[in-house]
């Protein structure tokens, strides 16, 4: 194995090129020192209990109402404590978890194939390239049953088979049979139990909920979380609530990427303002970019759409053996004159490659000129996904019958009939495994504040599994939160703030002063522009292949076009009204600080490991190669102050129940 | 292609709404119906003019947060949302009016974004079944028979979207209600607050100002989801069931 290896001289000196320091090393001190089968129920055990007549004192703020948040208020609403439930949608039912399609992960064995809580536990920390955290991946895979018990009792209507009982399917290379779903609408159904939980709890009158609200700020006073400033979007009131913790679950940041598989309003605000006021943000540069999205088709285009990974099982992958052929009818480039690249390359896997390699593959024959489609720039961004084969190998209506609704889809958005022409498919961003780091609890580094579901770092490592989402957020928000924060209740009410309490005030000003700031910028450019500039910067250097040299001048790049935002961005209308641009203009502003923190987060980490690919480290067919004696750790960095370098706290990997292997997938 | 484009504005709820003509020019046929929006809102941001206020998020149409009255139809010319919709499904010179929802049970609350937010009073006054966290029996201890199931899921397909009321002369909710009704009355575990599920969400229905079904199935005609009429079917047999129980 040979490796171009990063100068790691450097790193062991100190750090790279001045762009950051370094702090203590963090550590995850709440999980019990017992084997790591024992250790959840070691811990509910340890938490303090509340006495339910006490639980009505006692409040909870929570962000987010897709699936980490939405079960984590029903749970807590139904134990008794008093939540305050807020999202930025028109109803909770509209978060983005309700996009999600494939399906969800549990060590149900139902298939008697050797499944078990110990080889789903496994699957997940390979599948993220040994970057995550024992102990939390443990505990994910044990609680999985139970979310599938509590989601068919809720009447979420899973895929069954003819006797009744529910059907799995093999999803994400993995060898059994673990997930469930309900057509390509899994994390549709899933939602819609979890906000009819919360909805319950609302007419209850446990939860309370706050829609078109986007939360600005936490309120931290006297070293705890105790409330957030919101804004209503409706009337553009700026409010402030008051509770005895705070849960995050407001979703990923792959919208940093202007283009990516989220909807339009999923931003960082939430948990970038938090990490402002003193939480760890925990390996931000870990973003997963999926294969099979449809591609670009022009300038104005405002976001990708997923097409399930499944469509590899039967379609092939190719791109046009000569660059003058890119822009003929693919129907008419005969055999000889194409390049099933991923066959050619990976003969045994060939097209069914990890997700990670699809990807960076179908990046490379583009940058060679090959790629297929309309120009977009100077670039055709896609490859072909062909099914001529599977068509006349299988049959129009046994083809329809797989995957007849995907072919509806692309053809709704693009077109043109995959029956007739080869589908055009290219990466997207999709999930971003970095998050705010918490520890065993779930808390953050701020006391009284939690985060839940993608929006925090905790469990897929440096990639996720496919359908293994659905179900760290439904585990954080249904099972682990309720358990752990009860702990941290118990030792509440907690004494009451007053609406003007100096860290009150400052918080409320801060978040004021930036929207007067915003709109009397009145500059000449639309937020839109320069969110699809930072996109344009992230992907190219921050996206499937990153090197020293590209991130260097990524964060120039970056520095100078938030400099030009704060001083010639044009935001029309006022405050005190439904203001669209406004909301995006403060999304955009935070994108703009997290996208260099993601870049200097790149940069430290010399070594390639899942959706992370340094090109400096890589093994000689390509693949990510990780450097375990350096950087088996989860960086979690520390906001400095304005204009300060960010502090990078290490917490050490260690592996007692799993053995560290590099990757393979010969 | 140039097309005209005749669209809703006001400024607030309280506002008096109006009518405005734009003009949008070299719009492509591959773009999205609200992409072609934006475009005409970078225009507008660039000539000092406030952008249009209009709701989406997902813009896949699986959220439901976006819905446009297109030329007098619910999400427009093609059985699919706002989102989905693709200017093919448009012809050079056309002219396209644009209105937000109309309801009374959706005040308007600018341009085109409406408050849709009775449909979560009526999940909250039944639209669910009462298990709490941890309460739940192992899932394989209850089969479901698979055409109750493949049922019961195509009609938890409803995204929630409203285009079934704003297409209705009577701005009735009735196929939202009956696909809700129809979704957990397919399941054993939905049996025990079946009927009160029925007659709670109806009386909430009448409360929020939804009009009454007549039968016309302009509903079924806009839902980007396909959900059928059938399902106001089946809320009206539950009801004739659960008043039998109360008498
Ligand atoms: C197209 C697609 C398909 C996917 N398919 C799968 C799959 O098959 N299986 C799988 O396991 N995973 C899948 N994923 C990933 C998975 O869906 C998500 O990671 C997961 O649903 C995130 O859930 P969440 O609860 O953390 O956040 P979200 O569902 O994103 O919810 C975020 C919530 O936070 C609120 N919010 C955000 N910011 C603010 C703010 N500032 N103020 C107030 N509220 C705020 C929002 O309103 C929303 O309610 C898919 C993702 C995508 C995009
Ligand atoms: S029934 Fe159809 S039209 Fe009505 S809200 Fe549901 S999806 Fe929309
Ligand atoms: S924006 Fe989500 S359905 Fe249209």
Known sequence: MTTTTPETTEIATGPIHGLYTEGDPVADTKAPDVPIAKMWDQRKFDAKLVNPSNRRKLSVIIVGTGLAGASAAATLGEAGYHVKSFCYQDSPRRAHSIAAQGGINAAKNYNDDGDSVYRLFYDTVKGGDYRSRETNVYRLAEESANIIDQCVAQGVPFAREYGGLLDNRSFGGVQVARTFYAAGQTGQQLLIGAYQAMERQVGAGTVEQFTRHEMLEVIVVEGRARGIIARDMVTGEIETHLADAVVLASGGYGNVFYLSTNAMGCNTTAIWRAHRKGAYFGNPCYTQIHPTCIPVAGDYQSKLTLMSESLRNDGRIWVPKRREDCDKDPREIPEEDRDYYLERIYPSFGNLVPRDIASRQAKYVCDEGRGVGPLVGDFRRGVYLDFSEALSRMSKEAVAEKYGNLFDMYQRITGESPYEVPMRIYPAVHYTMGGLWVDYDLETTIPGLYAAGEANFSDHGANRLGASSLMQCLADGYFVLPNTIRDYLANGPFPKVSEDAPEVVEARAAVEDRITRLLNVQGERSVDSFHKELGQIMWEYCGMERTEEGLLKAIDLIRALREEYWRNVRVLGSADTLNQSLEKAGRVADFLELGELMCIDALHRRESCGGHFRAESQTEDGEALRHDDEFAYVAAWEFAGEGAKPVLHKEDLVYKAIELKQRSYK | ?247
């Open chain 2, 1 to 247: 292609m140039n097309l005209t484009l005749k669209i809703w504005r006001q400024a607030g709820p309280k506002a008096k709404g109006e009518m405005v003509t734009y003009q949008v020019t070299d719009i492509s046929p591959d773009m999205s119906f609200l992409e072609m929006l934006d475009v005409l809102n970078e225009d507008l941001n660039a000539k000092g003019e406030e952008p249009i206020a209009f709701d989406s998020d997902c813009r896949e149409g699986i959220c439901g947060m976006c819905g446009l009255m297109i030329s007098g139809k619910a999400h427009g010319p093609e059985v699919t949302t706002t989102c989905q919709l693709h200017m093919r499904s448009f012809h050079d010179g056309d002219e396209i009016t644009i209105e937000p929802w109309r309801a009374d049970a959706f005040p308007v609350i600018k341009d085109l974004v409406v408050d849709r937010s009775a449909f979560d009073r009526l999940i909250q006054a039944g639209g669910f079944i009462s298990v709490n966290t941890g309460a739940a029996p192992e899932a394989h201890s209850v089969p479901v028979p698979k055409p109750r199931a493949d049922r019961a899921f195509d009609a938890a397909k409803c995204i929630g979207c409203g285009a079934c009321v704003a297409a209705c002369p009577n701005a009735s909710a009735m196929l939202f209600l009956g696909a809700k009704v129809t979704h957990l009355g397919e399941f054993p575990q939905g049996q025990p607050e079946r009927s009160a599920r029925v007659v709670k969400m109806l009386t909430q229905h009448d409360l929020e100002g939804f009009g009454g079904c007549t039968n016309i199935g302009e509903c079924t005609n806009a839902c980007p989801k396909e959900i059928q009429q059938d399902v106001i079917n089946q809320l009206n047999i539950d009801l004739r069931h659960a008043l039998q129980q109360m008498t």
